[in-house]
């Protein structure tokens, strides 16, 4: 089971902890404003935006919260702010690239709250390109096991550009380019399967793996990035068994 993987390295500690529910709110609420000013306010014709809805409304995000942000976003209503996305690139202990990725309204603010969590906790700031070039970006679909096999998922995708189908706890994640998530989607539909979750992804090419101690290392540090609410996600390379993955979750 791989650190690459989001389920397997994040889903077990946003699970435990509800204090950060109010953050990732903030979060699921600008992702709305972002995609209704990229690509419209009308969900039926911005895939991308009709994405967003559904997670929000799956994390329990109020349904007014929801469609002021989409209202902000279109233009329908005053207040949107001018979101930028913002990577920045780093190294965490023992060697760990980190890609932080941020959605802020101020550069300024958020490039001085990354560089403060990474001081603060073992990592050091890199150049732009010192670290994305191990990074490669994927869409990545992820479906509940039931009782389903690979390989009824397999067959369902494979035809609509899947590249790899990944059994990671009580799920099936579907890999893809970006540009074949819609398609995937539909194929899963067309196969009597439902999507539990998609997204686009960062995937690493090479991988450390890491023991227990300088696991916790890591995900201190990313708990420090997430504290700013300009950080939206924050993809790294380590690489964790499955003995390290239960004894982070028995903690």
Not at 86 to 94: A, F, L, Q, S, T
Not at 114 to 133: D, F, H, I, L, P
Not at 137 to 145: A, E, I
Not at 214 to 238: C, G, H, P, W
Request: aromatic share 4%.
């Amino acid at each position: 089971m791989s650190g690459h993987s989001k389920w397997a390295t994040t889903k077990h500690k946003k699970a435990a902890n509800d204090a950060k529910r109010g953050k990732e709110f903030a979060r699921l609420i600008k992702n709305i404003e972002v995609a209704a000013r990229t690509g419209g306010g009308d969900p039926a014709a911005n895939p991308t935006l009709d994405d967003m809805i559904r997670k929000a409304k799956k994390a329990s995000v109020p349904n007014d919260n929801i469609e002021r942000a989409r209202k902000r976003g279109s233009g329908e209503e005053a207040g949107g702010a001018d979101w930028q996305t913002i990577m920045y690139e780093g190294y965490g202990p023992n060697g760990v690239a980190i890609l932080i990725e941020c959605l802020t309204d101020n550069r300024n603010r958020a490039a001085t709250e990354v560089r403060t969590a990474m001081t603060k906790n073992g990592g050091n700031m890199a150049e732009s390109g010192a670290v994305s070039y191990m990074f490669t970006r994927k869409g990545v679909v992820s479906v509940l096991k039931g009782d389903l096999s690979e390989d009824d998922v397999l067959l369902a995708v494979l035809e609509a550009g899947a590249e790899e189908v990944n059994e990671i706890g009580d799920r099936f994640e579907i890999v893809s380019a970006p540009s074949d998530l819609a398609a995937i989607k539909a194929a899963l539909v067309d196969a009597s399967i439902e999507v539990d979750d998609s997204e686009q992804d960062f995937r690493a090419s090479v991988e450390v793996p890491l023991e227990l101690a300088d696991a916790k290392k890591i995900f201190r540090l990313i708990d420090a990035l997430e504290e700013s609410d300009d950080v939206q996600n924050v993809y790294t390379n380590m690489d964790l068994s499955a003995e390290v993955l239960a004894a982070l979750d028995a903690e």
